[in-house]
């Protein structure tokens, strides 16, 4: 029976007459006749997993092979996944845009960013418009600006025909950021509370004098 593509050979379906052995430890047990390599794994009641095919002598490890095969697709499954949920969102501006509509958009891409997605900022020029790119830089700025530590840039502004594009990516940096402003908050009011309890008593006195 034929391994499935993409799958190490293992135990009888490994065609080399002696491999470089590697104990279920990890620990490196030598050059082995794969019979013999083989005998060992059987009374371990593992397997024999050829890991590197195309060293010579190939390089077998004495395993648990259905355990190695769960773990494989786990990681699999964890690759595919953190893969498909990143999207790239496009977000639209113009050079003149209004202070609302500008607001909005920010405000759409912040919950992109915070959803894990990537996004693509375009600055359409239209016309004359063209003439003075440094509008669309502006525009840039001010979005990275407002953004603040949510967003990094992976992709720096650069000009495509009648459009200024920019990618940005998802900072993980941002609920560090959040505490601190909590704690901030925090230290701000214990403060204002501290300032307050001292003022009260002086004011008690200058009540008491009168």
Same mark, same amino acid.
């Given at each position: 029976?034929a391994?499935?593509? !993409?799958?190490?050979?293992?135990?009888?379906?490994?065609?080399a007459?002696?491999?470089?052995?590697?104990?279920? $430890? =990890? %620990?490196?047990? =030598?050059?082995?006749?794969?019979a013999?390599?083989? /005998?060992?794994?059987?009374?371990?009641?593992?397997?024999?997993?050829?890991?590197?095919?195309?060293?010579?002598?190939?390089?077998?490890r004495?395993?648990?092979?259905?355990?190695?095969?769960?773990?494989?697709?786990?990681?699999?499954?964890?690759?595919?996944?953190? /893969? %498909?949920?990143? /999207?790239?969102?496009?977000?639209?501006?113009?050079?003149?845009?209004g202070? =609302? $509509?500008?607001?909005?958009?920010?405000?759409?891409?912040?919950?992109?960013?915070?959803?894990?997605?990537?996004?693509?900022v375009?600055?359409?020029?239209?016309?004359?418009?063209?003439?003075?790119?440094?509008?669309?830089?502006?525009?840039?700025?001010?979005?990275?600006?407002?953004?603040?530590?949510?967003?990094?840039?992976?992709?720096?502004?650069?000009?495509?025909?009648? !459009?200024?594009?920019?990618?940005?990516?998802?900072?993980?940096?941002?609920?560090?950021?959040? !505490?601190?402003?909590?704690e901030?908050?925090?230290?701000?009011? !214990?403060? %204002? %509370? =501290?300032?307050?309890d001292?003022?009260?008593?002086?004011?008690? /006195?200058?009540?008491?004098?009168?």
């Amino acid at each position: 029976m034929a391994t499935p593509q !993409n799958e190490p050979r293992y135990n009888e379906r490994i065609r080399a007459r002696e491999v470089r052995l590697i104990g279920p $430890d =990890g %620990s490196q047990v =030598g050059i082995r006749s794969t019979a013999d390599a083989l /005998t060992l794994a059987r009374e371990l009641d593992l397997d024999l997993v050829e890991v590197a095919p195309l060293a010579n002598p190939p390089v077998c490890r004495i395993m648990d092979y259905g355990k190695f095969r769960y773990e494989e697709a786990q990681k699999a499954k964890e690759s595919r996944k953190k /893969t %498909s949920h990143v /999207t790239i969102k496009e977000v639209k501006f113009r050079p003149k845009i209004g202070k =609302g $509509d500008f607001d909005t958009k920010v405000r759409h891409m912040h919950d992109f960013l915070s959803d894990g997605h990537k996004v693509k900022v375009t600055l359409q020029f239209r016309g004359r418009e063209m003439a003075h790119p440094e509008l669309g830089a502006r525009i840039l700025d001010a979005v990275l600006e407002q953004l603040g530590s949510l967003a990094k840039v992976e992709t720096q502004a650069r000009l495509e025909g009648r !459009n200024m594009t920019m990618v940005l990516a998802p900072d993980r940096k941002p609920p560090a950021r959040k !505490n601190q402003d909590r704690e901030e908050r925090t230290d701000k009011e !214990n403060e %204002s %509370s =501290g300032q307050a309890d001292e003022q009260a008593p002086m004011a008690e /006195t200058a009540a008491d004098e009168q």
